[in-house]
């Protein structure tokens, strides 16, 4: 047992660790010499070791990293972590400006909090009571990866508040990224140990985060930067963004000193053009700038489009671009049969990275490039976008004597699509209302059974944890898997005899095979690899039909019914399902026990609202704009942002603005959130806990 004296010289060391760790990687202003700091650092340690009964969630010592996990849970996120739209050019932010008046009914100027735009890794931290109790990356958005002991090891991160005033529960989101000048500085020791080189500072910040082993992640220079707050958002008694980003500082969170809050459009181009001045000298990559409304009743008023805020837009800067020859003209063909050129070029460092392909989307893009062998060509890249080639330089284009003896031609011939499909050899196909060509080999392509396997398999869809794309090639190359239900047919043995497979991970991974028979239908219906069916889509049509049998019996009529799908995605289902081998897959799908629940199918009963059209305005007592958009759609109807004659219902609470005003004008009936209530048939679903 501790004595008192040791338990009150570690409670000091605890706090005099930490301050100093603030004032060197927050504050970039040490306090100490790094041979003092040690000192500390090390009877801290001593402390613990032999009293572990010491040793607390927030001590320093925890930073140094843990035992390896052996693999990331997932983590729900209470409040989606939300995408921005992108603007690349200033009439884009503009229109953006003039969307977000419109929206709120203003002509005066509108107050923006605009900060830069970290080239990180998003992620979450969670607090109680003061404390970090959790991390997870961003993910998909709803869903993300616990890295809790990785995040500990960031002695920029705050591992208990400072201050005062902050709620029992807070998730504060930010980035997490790498300093330029410690990315130089691990590269070089990469050099010096013959180890590989990482390609830019994003890309070593999230394969450094996404350590199974957090001691590996605490060798790494991480930074951790905050730029927002999700639950908890609400009870900080704040009016707007730049109030809370000071809280945050007050509290120990890093935040970017580049912050700032602007007027109309004009403060967003100056403040845009002033970070693109400073771009360069600024100790971390940025990609842009990020423009938010600032007044959170403002925020709360615009609302959200599908997966981005109203209020907030992302600039960014111009893609970076550079100039390199095209070696030669590939066709590579893609999971649903698509043919694409991708040009193979001498290496070149464009957008943080070097790049040796770049994709020229089809044959109608090349032909109108006129991109050839032997060209120089521009190459762009901007952010995760894959390179792609933006023109040919003409005057260095490779020429050759023509028959005129004053005339030159070209070296080398326009390119030309393949007649057949370059890995089965199957005939090829070019629709004529479509610019892209398709291989009709179907299953029988390796190229599409190896993207088709993979997409099956990844984590989105039947998440096989454990099947790469190089398993799969090895698995299609043998003959052991010819559609995604001969998966379900291999055991250890077969996989243990695959390449750098022994007989731990082969029983690894069979049982991870295993377990992805219990899945969901929206899961399946994606896992399928449909043309045009993403996983909105996917649980879109599980919804709709809440079974397989309904949805493999459904005309494409019937398929029209389901909300956002059009035509073209109907014809594209249907086609899918009507194919012999797909359904036989199918067939074999379920034959292999793969199972899910059934979806859920709303009656019309428990669609009051279905086909109306509701507005919210103001702030209503018991349910945030999100629950009540969430409970407005879960009972068919739809939420606009603006009033129109077509709008059934204004929901209108405190504080209600010019929508409310304009619904009177038109004879559109107004209820408050008790009216709401009977209107849903629901009792009070949705009313925060505090």
């Known amino acids: 047992m501790a004595t008192p004296e040791a338990t009150a010289r570690a409670a000091w060391l605890r706090s005099e660790i930490e301050r100093h760790n603030h004032a060197y990687y927050v504050l970039d202003a040490p306090s100490i010499p790094d041979a003092e700091y040690d000192l500390l650092f090390r009877e801290l340690q001593g402390l613990e070791a032999t009293n572990p009964e010491l040793l607390t969630a927030d001590s320093p010592t925890l930073r140094v990293g843990a035992p390896p996990l052996k693999t990331f849970a997932p983590v729900t996120h209470g409040v989606p972590m939300l995408s921005l739209n992108n603007a690349f050019a200033d009439d884009e932010v503009a229109a953006f400006d003039q969307r977000v008046r419109e929206g709120l009914g203003l002509a005066d100027e509108i107050e923006y909090a605009v900060e830069p735009k970290f080239d990180g890794l998003a992620i979450s931290l969670t607090y109680q009571e003061g404390l970090f109790v959790q991390g997870a990356t961003r993910g998909d958005g709803s869903t993300g990866e616990e890295v809790t002991p990785n995040l500990r ?20 989101r930010g980035e997490v990224l790498m300093l330029r000048r410690d990315f130089a500085r691990l590269n070089e020791r990469q050099r010096q140990r013959g180890e590989k080189e990482f390609a830019n500072p994003r890309n070593a910040a999230a394969g450094s985060l996404r350590q199974l082993d957090s001691r590996v992640t605490a060798n790494r220079p991480l930074y951790f930067y905050a730029y927002g707050v999700g639950l908890g958002a609400d009870r900080l008694g704040v009016a707007g963004h730049a109030e809370i980003m000071d809280k945050l500082a007050t509290w120990g969170f890093p935040v970017a000193p580049e912050r700032s809050v602007v007027r109309g459009v004009a403060g967003l181009l100056e403040y845009f053009r002033e970070m693109g001045g400073k771009r360069a000298a600024l100790p971390y990559d940025i990609d842009g700038v990020v423009y938010k ?46 043919l694409t050129p991708v040009a193979r070029m001498k290496p070149v460092f464009v957008g943080g990275v070097t790049v040796t392909n770049a994709t020229l989307h089809n044959e109608e893009e090349v032909r109108r490039k006129d991109v050839r062998v032997g060209d120089t060509v521009i190459v762009r890249r901007a952010g995760d976008v894959i390179p792609e080639v933006v023109a040919v330089v003409m005057e260095k284009r490779p020429m050759r004597p023509g028959d005129d003896l004053f005339a030159t031609v070209p070296l080398h011939k326009p390119f030309a699509m393949p007649g057949e499909c370059p890995d089965c050899g199957s005939a090829v196909e070019k629709p004529a209302d479509e610019a892209i060509t398709r291989c009709t080999g179907g299953l029988i392509c390796p190229a599409q059974q190896k993207q088709a ?37 291999l055991d250890v043995a ?19 095979i295993e377990q992805s028979k219990q899945t969901t239908l929206p899961r399946l219906i994606y896992a399928l690899g449909i043309r045009n069916v993403g996983e909105a889509t996917a649980r879109d049509l599980a919804r709709h039909f809440g079974d397989l049998k309904a949805l493999l019996q459904a005309d494409e009529l019937a398929l029209q019914q389901v909300p956002d799908v059009g035509p073209v995605v109907a014809a594209s289902v249907r086609h899918f399902l009507a194919e012999p081998h797909n359904r036989t897959v199918i ?4 034959e292999a026990g793969v199972r899910w629940p059934r979806e859920a199918v709303p009656t019309a009963e428990s669609k009051p609202l279905a086909g109306m059209t509701l507005v919210l305005t103001g702030t209503l007592p018991n349910l945030t704009r999100d629950d009540a958009k969430v409970l407005i759609e879960a009972a068919g109807g739809k939420v606009s942002g603006s009033v129109s004659k077509k709008t059934d219902y204004v929901v209108a609470g405190e504080e209600a603005g010019s929508k409310l005003e304009k619904a009177r004008e038109l004879g559109v009936p107004v209820v408050d959130e008790a009216q709401l209530r009977l209107l849903l048939n629901v009792a009070p679903l949705g009313v925060r806990q505090e």
């Open 587 to 590: 067939d074999r799908l379920c």
């Open 153 to 172: 090891t960031l002695k920029s991160l705050p591992l208990r508040l400072k201050g005062q005033g902050w709620p029992s529960q807070l998730e504060v």
């Open 293 to 338: 409304v600032n007044a959170f009743a403002a925020q709360a008023e615009l609302g959200f489009v599908s997966r981005a805020p109203r209020f907030a837009i992302a600039h960014k800067f111009p893609a970076e671009e550079a100039t390199t020859e095209v070696l030669a003209i590939d066709v590579q063909v893609g999971r649903t049969g698509a």
């Open 494 to 512: 077969r996989l243990a005899s695959l390449e750098r497979m022994g007989d731990k991970s082969a029983a690894n991974l069979v049982a991870a």
């Open 453 to 489: 396997i993979w997409h099956f398999a990844s984590r989105r869809a039947m998440d096989i944890e454990g099947m790469g794309e190089k398993l799969v090639e090895q698995l299609v190359d043998l003959g052991y898997v010819r559609s995604p239900a001969d998966l379900y047919a």
